[in-house]
C-alpha cells in the first residue's frame, strides 16, 4: 500500500527573527495544509531546511508536526544523512515519533558508489520498520540513484517502497518504471514535470509549490490519477511560471519569500542562504498575483 497518493508538501520550517524554530507556526502550518487539501505533510526535507537544524531541532519539528497532524493526513519524515550511522539515528527517533513515513535522501558530499547505496538503505531499512522513500536528488547531492539500484532494493528490502525522483532526467525515470514493473512507489521531485512523471505511472509528488497552492496541486495529480488527462495538462501548464518563480533561486529561498507574502509564516531562512534578491522577489509576487493567490 502507497505512503500516499496525490500531493506532498515538502514544508518549510519557520523561523522567529532571532532564526529559533517557530514551533507555533509549524502547528499553525499543519492545520493549514489539512484543512486545504495536502494529501501529505513531508517534514525536515529540503525545503525545511533540515540542513541547518541542529539534530535536536530536526526530531522536535518532526515530533511537533506528527503530534499536530495527529493522524489525518500521512507525514513523511526527511531523516537522511552522508553519515549512515546518523540517518539511523534520526530514523528511530522519527519513527518512535509516529510518523507515516521516512524520506531517505542520498549521501552528499561523501557520496557513495552504487553498491555504497545498497549497503546505506539497507542498513538504515533495517533499524526501523517505517516505509521508507529513497529521494534522489543529484544536483545537490552528487550522488545518483541508478535505476537498476533502486529497483534491487525495492525487491529485496520490504520497507523500501518508493522513491523521490528529482534527477529531472525523464528517460533514467522511464528506465526506472519500465525495470520495476509495479515494484516501487515513484513519486515527482520536481513541480515542473509532475505531469510526465505521473504519465510514466509516479502515484504523486513532493511538492515546494503546495506551500502556497495545495489544492491545485492535489487536483492537478488526482484528476490525472482519475483519468482526467485534460484537467491534469491545464494545472501542470498554470503553474509553469509559478513554479519558476519559485526556483528563481536555491531553494527553499523563493518559497519562504511566498509563504510570507500571503501571511502564513515569517519568511526567515538560516545562512548560508539569503534573503531574496529584489528583482526575483517581484518576479515571484507577480507570478502570484497572476495565479490568482491572494496575498497579505
Known sequence: MAVFKGSGVALVTPFKENLEVDYEQLRELCDWHVEHGTDAIIVCGTSGEASTLTEEEHSECIAVVAEQVNGRIPVIAGT???????????????????????????????????????????????????????????????????????????????????????????????????????????YSGNDDQILPLLALGGIGVISVTANIIPEDTSRLVHSFLEGNIEESRRLQLKAMELCHALFSEVNPIPVKKAVELMGLCNGYVRMPLTEIDPKNAERLKKAMVEYGIALA
Not at 90 to 96: I, R, T
Not at 104 to 113: E, L, Q, R
Not at 177 to 186: L, N, Q, R, V, W
Open 80 to 186: 537522511g544523512s552522508n553519515a549512515t550511522y546518523t540517518a539511523v539515528k534520526l530514523s528511530k527517533e522519527a519513527e518512535q515519533s509516529g510518523v507515516d513515513g521516512l524520506l531517505i535522501v542520498t549521501p552528499y558530499y561523501n557520496k557513495a558508489t552504487q553498491q555504497g547505496l545498497i549497503r546505506h538503505y539497507t542498513t538504515i531499512a533495517e533499524a526501523v520498520n517505517t516505509p521508507i522513500i529513497m529521494y534522489n536528488v543529484p544536483g545537490r547531492t552528487g550522488c545518483n540513484i541508478q535505476p537498476a539500484t533502486a529497483v534491487e532494493l525495492a525487491k529485496n528490502v520490504d520497507n523500501i517502497v518508493a522513491i523521490k525522483e528529482a534527477s529531472g532526467n525523464i528517460s533514467q525515470i522511464a528506465d526506472l518504471a519500465s525495470m520495476a514493473e509495479g515494484s516501487i512507489d515513484i
